[in-house]
């Protein structure tokens, strides 16, 4: 099984700055990597996938990269709205398997 | 614009089987496209798959949970379900149904409490 490790649990950062957030796979997942954005009370919201494609309708401040079993999602210019929780989501072609990160919350300095 | 919809039972016993239903609307559940999965999330918790299934049928499970889970497709109803047994408190969580490989769509979400 495929374990998805973010850091850090929770990141402190002012608005207007960057925000970096990292996730790391046990084994390689190649670019089978989504990102997700979480705010309390709703679902989560697709942001990036293929580790760094945008999801229809995200900001470009919003960008991911990486492969393998390294990756990064990098909120370049924090907005009042950016700040919520953040998880990684493997998404393994064979055999099937949809594992998430444990999150981070992303929370206003 | 495609839109789920989970429904099903708020609360169910312990070692009863929690059963949950998505609706699929604004497309259809056959599309050779994609993936329909489950997912949950215990209150103040992370995201767990709980499985998916593909439009051929075919099901892939959390190996955790696989012992469980059941989920099936009804094309007639663009609906897919979902039915775990042998529940516990472990099991209260909000349910979620979305659609896939990287989950694009997700419903609302549907809380469901394990207790006698």
């Known amino acids: 099984e495929i374990v998805m490790t973010q850091s850090p649990a929770t990141l402190s950062v002012s608005p207007g700055e960057r925000a970096t957030l990292s996730c790391r796979a046990s084994?390689?997942?190649?670019?089978?990597l989504a990102w997700y954005q979480q705010k309390p009370g709703q679902a989560p919201r697709l942001l990036i996938y293929g580790a760094s494609t945008r999801a229809t309708g995200i900001p470009a401040r919003f960008s991911g990269s990486g492969s393998g079993t390294e990756f990064t999602l990098t909120i370049s210019s924090l907005q009042s709205e950016d700040f919520a929780v953040y998880y990684c989501q493997q998404y393994n072609n064979w055999p099937p398997s949809h594992t998430f990160g444990q999150g981070t919350k992303l929370e206003i300095k | 614009q495609l839109q789920l919809q989970e429904s099903g039972p708020g609360l169910v016993k312990p070692s009863e089987t929690l059963s949950l239903t998505c609706t699929v609307s604004?497309?259809?559940?056959?599309?050779?496209?994609?993936?329909w999965g489950w997912i949950r999330q215990p209150p103040g918790k992370g995201l767990e798959w709980i499985g998916s299934i593909y439009y051929s049928g075919s099901t892939y499970y959390n190996p955790s949970l696989k012992s469980r889970v059941t989920i099936s497709v009804d094309t007639s109803k663009n609906q897919f379900s979902l039915k775990l047994s042998s529940v516990t408190a472990a099991d209260t969580a909000v349910y979620y149904c979305a659609n896939g490989t990287a989950m694009v769509t997700w419903g609302q979400g549907t809380l469901v409490t394990v207790s006698s």
């Open positions: 604004g497309g259809s559940i056959s599309s050779s496209s994609y993936y």
């Open positions: 084994q390689s997942v190649s670019s089978n």
